[in-house]
């Protein structure tokens, strides 16, 4: 049994790994600062379903608090830490760019030095498939060169990774990356694009489909992605005796530090995935084709084969089945009678 910082706990991915170290036995400590990005009342709500847990806790704090954070790594001796908690959004870091230097790099350097100054076993951080920008190159491999990101919120992740190592070199902490390729599942994020699906075809109105619908993403189930977390976690990141300064390898360092991917490894045109999401509501929908939007990317297709081999990572949810099991969840929590 460890005690294990999530950051980020009310968020989609942090309720559920938060959720799913409780039930294997882990106490938890969770940080979340119930900002207003989206509706807070889904946050709550993803809280009370991790008030039964007698081994979680939840504090309410802004990992920018450089004090607060100090004082919650000096209180609390974390073994582990989860980094997951971020502004998040592609679109929303060119309205509002501030808002990800203050979380996405400030918070990051204070969880790095909460890291530092208590002897963290292991961080555990959240990056993204964003970081491979201007890649054209598929599927995106963790070998591949990401010195071109294409939105702020790409840059701060690849930020966050280069950090870490830092970290990893000067202190010795062990770090690993994750590489986030779209996740989604029950739970999730209104902004992201299945709960804006639903919504618009619940409604009776027209999908925007940017880039004229011709996107393809590597949908992830959220619980192949919470898999991948906690198999990350408990497989401490270790110094690659391999590694060669006249030949770097991207993604592993003679620190202890680590880059993953984390998708489906299995991208699907976003017609397809409509489809699917028309099947499971019994209702067809109606589509606005728009024009490509700035900083996003036309495909995601992950190269996880990094992570199976470190970890036996294998992701088996099928998109049918997680589709069905998000509509579910999405018909019972909005209480939508689809007509």
């Known amino acids: 049994m460890k005690k294990i910082l999530v950051t980020g706990a009310a968020g989609f991915i942090g309720f559920h790994v938060s959720k799913y170290l409780c039930e294997r036995g882990d106490k938890v400590v969770g940080l979340d600062n119930l900002n207003d990005y989206y509706d807070v009342s889904l946050k709550k709500a993803r809280l009370i379903q991790l008030e039964p847990y007698s081994s979680f806790r939840f504090f309410k704090m802004n990992i920018s608090n450089r004090v607060e954070v100090e004082n919650l790594f000096e209180a609390e001796e974390f073994d582990c830490v989860v980094h997951l908690a971020a502004q998040a959004g592609v679109r929303y870091s060119i309205e509002n760019p501030h808002a990800y230097a203050d979380s996405n790099l400030v918070g990051f350097l204070n969880i790095l030095e909460g890291c530092r100054h208590t002897s963290v076993q292991h961080l555990v951080y959240a990056s993204s498939s964003s970081v491979y920008g201007a890649n054209k190159k598929i599927p995106f491999s ?177 998109l049918d089945t997680g589709v069905r099991k998000f509509i579910d969840w999405y018909k019972t929590y909005y209480s939508k009678d689809i007509k």
């Not at 109105?205 to 990350?232: A, C, E, M, Q, W």
């Not at 409509?274 to 900083?295: R, W």
Request: with cysteine; aromatic share 10%.
């Open 142 to 318: 963790e070998s591949d060169n990401v010195d071109h990101p294409i939105s702020l919120y790409a840059a701060t992740k690849k930020a966050n990774e280069a950090m870490a190592h830092s970290y990893s070199h000067l202190y010795k902490i062990p770090t690993t990356g994750l590489r986030f390729f779209t996740v989604y599942g029950p739970w999730g994020r209104p902004d992201m694009s299945p709960i804006l699906f639903a919504n618009a075809i619940s409604e009776g109105k027209p999908i925007k489909l940017f880039n004229y619908g011709k996107h393809s993403r590597d949908f992830t189930y959220i619980d192949d992605i919470v898999d991948g977390v906690v198999k990350s976690l408990d497989c401490v990141a270790k110094s690659d005796k391999k590694w060669s300064p006249m030949d770097p390898e991207p993604s592993s360092s003679r620190a202890p530090w680590r880059i993953y991917n984390i998708g489906n490894s299995t991208p699907v045109d976003l017609t397809q995935y409509i489809n699917c999401i028309e099947k499971h509501m019994g209702k067809s929908s109606k589509k606005e084709l728009l024009p490509l939007q700035p900083g996003d990317v036309e495909k995601t297709y992950a190269d996880v084969s990094k992570l199976k081999e470190s970890s036996c990572y294998i992701p088996n949810t099928p």
